[in-house]
C-alpha cells in the first residue's frame, strides 16, 4: 500500500484532462458564482451570483430565467433559493460558499470528488464506472479541474450533467 505521501505525490503531479465520452464540454461565461444547484428531479441548473439568480438548461447553454433579486437577503449562509422561471415554487437546495452540496455519484456509477493534496488547492476527479478512488489508484486520476477554488462539484439528479462551480462556471454533460 502506497504512503500518504506518496498518493499526495502523485496527485499533486496529475494535470485536468476533458472527461472523456460520453462526457461533452458546455462552454458557460458566468463569474461571481456563490453557489449552484439543480431543480430537484430535472438537468436544470439554478446559478447564484453576486448578481442575482438565473436558471440555466445545460444542454443547450441558454439561460431559462434570470432575476436581479432572489430570497437570500438577510440569509448571511444561503443553502437554498426560491426557484424562478421554469422552477418557480421550487425551493432549489445549493452548494457553494457556505455549505450545503450536490449529488457526488450517478444512477450508473460514475463518481466525482474533491481532492485537496495541496491544501487549500483542489482538484476535481471524475472517476469512471468500477474505476478505483484517486486514493487507491492516484497515478490513474482523471483530474478535471485544477485551478481556482471549487465551490461545488456534483451531478444532477439524472447524472447526465456534471457541474464544477469555482467563482466560474464549468459545465459537461451526457
Known amino acids: 500500500m502506497a ?3 506518496d ?3 502523485a496527485l499533486r503531479a496529475r494535470t485536468a484532462v476533458e472527461p472523456p465520452a460520453p462526457w461533452r464540454g458546455r462552454p458557460m461565461r ?3 458564482i456563490t453557489a449552484v444547484g439543480f431543480a430537484p428531479g430535472t438537468d436544470l441548473l439554478v ?3 453576486h448578481n442575482g439568480v438565473g436558471v440555466i438548461d445545460p444542454f443547450t447553454a441558454q439561460t431559462l430565467g434570470r432575476s ?3 430570497d437570500t437577503y438577510g440569509d448571511h449562509y444561503p443553502v437554498a433559493v426560491a426557484g424562478i422561471g421554469p422552477v418557480a415554487g421550487i425551493r432549489i437546495p445549493l452548494a ?3 455549505g450545503g452540496g ?4 450517478t444512477p450508473d456509477g460514475w463518481r466525482v470528488v474533491v481532492i485537496a493534496p495541496d491544501w487549500p488547492g483542489e482538484k476535481v476527479a471524475l472517476i469512471p464506472p468500477g474505476a478505483p478512488g484517486p486514493d487507491e489508484a492516484p497515478e490513474s486520476a482523471l483530474i478535471i479541474h485544477d485551478d481556482d477554488p471549487i465551490r461545488a462539484a456534483g451531478f444532477s439528479d439524472s447524472g447526465r450533467v456534471l457541474v464544477v462551480a469555482t467563482s466560474r462556471l464549468h459545465l459537461w454533460t451526457r
Open 3 to 5: 504512503s500518504f505521501a
Open 7 to 9: 498518493i499526495r505525490a
Open 30 to 32: 458566468i463569474g461571481g
Open 47 to 49: 446559478v447564484l451570483s
Open 68 to 70: 436581479d433579486d432572489d
Open 96 to 98: 457553494g460558499l457556505w
Open 102 to 105: 450536490l449529488r457526488t455519484f
